[in-house]
């Protein structure tokens, strides 16, 4: 039976959807938590979790004893900013280690379950239960609706990241944010293919070095980058996304550690903001569960999905039939979603 959405949940859309629709612009006051609370037949605590969710995500701000107002800046599709920013001594918090005990007893259960059947060679795009746990799990948490077969697994980010360029081109201009984790610089050298380094601002990469870069192909981090530390508000994920529109550009959503924000509900991807036509979604269990589990996945958009098969669907799954079936059962059985929960708490319990 699928979960009903909490009520928080349905309210912060709402609201969400109404500010992006230019139904209350910004700087427009919001109802207050009482009014919200009495139209929606809602509890206050109810509504302030929804409001809360806003304000993370850039949408809304509180001005003391006046309320909430929008900040969202609907009107600005590419605004040009002086703001520069100057890299700062951060460290990303890694995900702490997934329990043992459960992980054990998670691996027991799959070696009774299948035997024999971890030995057989899983297809070139991982496992049919892999996929659909995870885009079973991705439209329960994360807002992402997609096909099974739009799922690609792989071995990390890293091996990941060779597949995209393999499918979209060496020949393309590949944009990156600077200061960026030193391993995304290094792979595309490696590919030999063209980069522009495009500098950060306090809320992303400046909308100036959006407007003047040719790039076909623009890789973010827009959740907490290494090693600024520097997440990407409403504001700035829909610019990105009016970006990649005007350019017909690809991006590529690097969404490595937005699994541990502090809330109960990660930002909103630009892969759901989008629809998914020119975003390609990028995530690994390597800091959600261990460093040495070298699982990731990728989503790709039905006109790259065809190039990929075209182009790299013919490399073999570099993760085991074992390793993908013990992953599934984590997450369909909840047990990685209650360790991802358990992760949150420790850390709002810690700041």
Request: hydrophobic residues 35%; aromatic residues 10%; neutral net charge.
């Amino acid at each position: 039976m699928k979960k009903e959405k909490p009520a928080y949940l349905i309210l912060y859309e709402q609201i969400r959807t109404a500010i992006a629709d230019n139904v209350f612009p910004t700087g427009t006051k919001l109802p207050s938590k009482r009014a919200l609370a009495a139209d929606f037949d809602l509890s206050l605590v109810t509504v302030e979790h929804a409001l809360d969710l806003l304000e993370e995500e850039g949408y809304i701000e509180p001005k003391e004893r006046s309320g909430y107002f929008v900040s969202y800046r609907s009107e600005d599709v590419l605004p040009v900013s002086g703001e520069h920013f100057t890299p700062a001594e951060k460290s990303v918090p890694r995900g702490e280690t997934f329990p043992y005990n459960v992980l054990a007893r998670t691996i027991r259960r799959v070696l009774s379950e299948y035997q024999e059947e971890i030995l057989v060679k899983s297809p070139s795009c991982g496992l049919t239960s892999l996929q659909e746990a995870i885009a079973s799990y991705l439209a329960s948490s994360r807002g992402i609706s997609v096909r099974p077969d739009q799922i690609i697994i792989g071995s990390g980010s890293e091996y990941l990241y060779g597949l995209i360029v393999q499918t979209l081109g060496r020949e393309l201009t590949y944009g990156i944010e600077n200061p960026s984790f030193k391993t995304i610089r290094r792979m595309y050298e490696a590919n030999q293919v063209k980069l522009d380094l495009l500098r950060l601002g306090n809320n992303g990469i400046l909308s100036e070095e959006l407007k003047r870069t040719d790039a076909d192909v623009l890789h973010i981090t827009p959740y907490r980058s290494w090693p600024t530390g520097i997440t990407a508000d409403a504001s700035k994920r829909r610019e990105y996304i009016a970006w990649a529109k005007e350019k017909g550009a690809v991006i590529i959503e690097d969404d490595y550690d937005s699994e541990f924000t502090l809330t109960g509900k990660p930002a909103d991807t630009l892969f759901a903001l989008s629809g998914g036509s020119s975003v390609i979604y990028l995530c690994t269990f390597s800091t959600t569960i261990a460093p040495s589990v070298r699982i990731g996945y990728m989503i790709l958009p039905d006109p790259i999905l065809e190039q990929f098969r075209a182009r790299a669907g013919f490399y073999s799954c570099t993760v085991s039939t074992f390793s993908q079936l013990i992953l599934a059962e984590l997450i369909q059985s909840g047990d990685y979603a209650r360790h991802l929960n358990r992760m949150r708490r420790a850390r709002r319990s810690r700041r």
